[in-house]
């Protein structure tokens, strides 16, 4: 397996009212192509913004960030701009849509705006459609944003999330917002699209979400203190993997 993101000694400072705030503190880790990993921690401990760091969305103070074997820490913006769309996916906890825009012109936004495919907007919408269809909110593809559940509409930010084949989906507290049964859909189908082969790096503080992942990163204080991987023995036995997952957050300090 190759590497999808190689982080090195990375740091980030915020400034505010002439305080330094050095919220990353030479944070080193990799990313393997494939892997599905949780960052866990703290309320404040920075998962954040070493997600937004990671995955370009906000300038880093000094470090490497190897994403395809480039360093995204020192690429020029528009070419930066170019990766986000076409290369990455991103979902938030928050679900920013478009309100003019019905679900389906929503989720195919980014394919529109990459122009990388050479595609009619009839066959992009054929595509949004087919993406609807496989998470099963084909029947809000007309629909008004405010019309629909926050579990349909994260499970549209996701379809809009791939519309572009990305290599890597960043998310930052996908189910933060959802019910119990709302953030199970969702991580089943982030699940399946790992087992497809998108590399998922997500943010949560939900240990039935992070029992779904890999591997979980354990941050504290702007570094990570700890990685987790699950056995293999234990792919098919949620109880087992929730409570192995715990016993090592509260080795942590969780
Ligand atoms: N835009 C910003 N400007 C200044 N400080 C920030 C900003 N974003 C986050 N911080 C600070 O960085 C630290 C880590 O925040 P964050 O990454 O959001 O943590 P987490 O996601 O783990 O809760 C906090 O001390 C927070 O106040
Ligand atoms: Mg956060």
């Not at 300038?59 to 290369?87: C, H, Q, W, Y």
């Not at 909110?137 to 405010?146: E, G, K, L, V």
């Not at 930010?157 to 189910?175: G, K, L």
Request: hydrophobic letters at 40%; aromatic letters at 6%.
């Amino acid at each position: 397996m190759s590497n999808a993101l190689k982080v090195e000694n990375l740091c980030k400072t915020y400034i505010v009212n002439k305080i330094q705030n050095n919220v990353l503190k030479n944070v080193n880790f990799t990313v393997e192509e494939g892997d599905m990993t949780a960052i866990m921690g703290p309320s404040g401990s920075g998962k954040s913004t070493l997600l937004y760091a990671v995955s370009g969305m906000d300038n880093v103070t000094s470090g490497e960030i190897l994403f395809m074997g480039k360093d995204i820490a020192k690429m020029p913006e528009k070419e930066l701009a170019g990766l986000r769309l076409n290369n990455m996916g991103f979902i938030f906890q928050q679900m920013y849509m478009m309100k003019n825009l019905s679900i389906l012109d929503n989720i195919i936004l980014p394919a529109r705006q990459s122009g990388k495919i050479n595609e009619t907007y009839t066959e992009t919408a054929k595509r949004g459609l087919k993406l609807m269809k496989k998470l099963d909110i084909a029947d809000i593809a007309d629909n008004d944003i405010n019309e629909v559940s926050g579990g349909q509409l994260q499970r549209a930010c996701i379809c809009r999330s791939i519309i572009n084949n990305p290599d890597i989906i960043f998310a930052d507290e996908p189910t933060g917002a959802l019910n119990r049964s709302a953030s199970k859909e969702v991580m089943e189908e982030l699940v399946k699209m790992n087992k497809e082969g998108t590399t998922i790096m997500l943010v949560t503080h939900d240990v039935k979400v992070a029992s779904k992942c890999k591997k979980v990163l354990y941050m504290l204080d702007g570094n990570i203190k700890g990685e987790y991987e699950f056995s293999k023995d234990t792919d098919n036995d949620e109880r087992t993997r929730e409570r192995c997952l715990n016993n090592w957050l509260m080795d942590m300090g969780w």
